[in-house]
């Protein structure tokens, strides 16, 4: 898979006054990066989990966690799907 790098600038104490390093930084913020687009429908659980650098079952599993939901159908979905298998 083909990368992109992007720069953030941050206070310089942002680190310190978060007690974090770096990589736990950099970590939350692609975990939130990734639900916020996942939750806009702007990406794909599949490509959120890797835009968080997690397994789809791990992202799925941290959503869960957080009481965010797995899919992005609604009843009426479900009622289509439904009639159509009938």
Do not use: C
């Not at 104490?13 to 990734?34: F, Q």
């Not at 957080?66 to 009426?76: F, V, Y």
Request: aromatic share 4%; net charge negative.
């Amino acid at each position: 898979m083909k990368t992109q790098t992007i720069s953030i600038e941050f206070p310089s104490d942002i680190l310190l006054t978060l007690n974090e390093s770096e990589t736990e930084l950099v970590r939350h913020i692609k975990l939130s990066l990734a639900i916020q687009l996942y939750l806009k429908q702007k990406l794909t659980i599949g490509k959120a989990s890797q835009i968080a650098g997690l397994s789809r079952l791990d992202f799925e599993t941290t959503l869960s966690e957080n009481n965010i939901p797995i899919s992005n159908l609604g009843w009426d979905d479900v009622l289509s799907d439904t009639s159509k298998l009938r």
